[in-house]
């Protein structure tokens, strides 16, 4: 019989805990979970969800790492989880029902971008949990997706967030010539079970600098408006927003691009007339310019 042992590791302020395990439960790949019906056929996953506190989990193949909502600290419960997740495992519960090995049904389907070189291709299951950005192979070492792709000759850049891929093309190719053969190609790819990142993405450390208890109360004012509304369109037309900096003096906000918002033609009007118009009106006085800098 398995004993399973578990170590915990958060920061305050920090909105995510993590649970590491001593041994295999899990996928390779990371797989995130925002809610308890996208952990149909993850028991584990369903049981942590019915504790108030849990806003989202991704499992991967050692760890468990756990999202809180606001209505408390890590510090208050973490021990409780720890000794919840230990338990289950230790009494025999089942992680994940389905089968590693088998195919999962995968369909994909592509949407344009307002950024004419961006092409979104969006899949039917989720693919990480934070986005990653990727400007070119080298940086794409520990993405076997991202890699595989950027042995098309067309591909410039690719952007991989929840369960979509964002990939900048080259203009010595049309969009119409390719996009049949790319969509294919991402989906066989994840059908097959292939890891998507053979490591927790980076960008997962460098988006919750935006929880940081270093943060002033402006800033994490910035952040929230950002997180609640800017980012869910930004990320409907296959891009992303980050939150880099705010300066008191100038009251100039600056912000990092990501995905089809880097380097769109209609980024500077989206953020002027948009974002920026956005926060002056729900932060009066504390907000002159929004400045973007592409991911």
Known sequence: ??????????????????????QEIGPKEIVHFKNIDEAKGAPLIQQLFYLPFVKSVSLSEKKVSVERFDILE????????????QTYLNEGGVVIETQRNDKIPVSVY??????????????NKPLVSHSVEFKNIDEAKNAPLAQKLFHLPFVKEVFIDANYVS????????????????????????????????????AIEIDQKNQSSNLTATEEQIVSI?????KPAVASDGGNIMFDSYDEVEKE????????????????????NGIET????????????VIAVNG
């Open 167 to 202: 990939i900048t093309k080259f203009e010595v190719t049309e969009w119409e010539e390719v996009v049949m053969e790319v969509r294919e190609f991402i989906r066989a790819f994840i059908e097959e079970g292939n890891v998507i990142l053979t490591e927790a993405p980076i």
């Open 110 to 123: 592509a949407e344009s971008t307002p950024n004419p070189a961006v092409m979104k291709f969006v899949a």
């Open 226 to 230: 950002l997180d609640e509304y800017i």
């Open 278 to 289: 956005m926060l002056k009106e729900m932060m009066p006085g504390k907000i002159a310019t």
């Open 253 to 272: 906000v600056h912000v990092v691009l990501q995905g089809a918002c880097s380097g769109c033609p209609s980024s500077t009007f989206t953020l002027k």
């Open 74 to 85: 890590w510090e208050e419960v973490i021990d409780e989880v720890k000794e919840q997740l």
């Open 1 to 22: 019989m398995k004993i399973f042992r578990l170590t915990t590791k958060s920061e305050k302020g920090n909105r995510w805990a993590h649970f590491e395990v001593d």
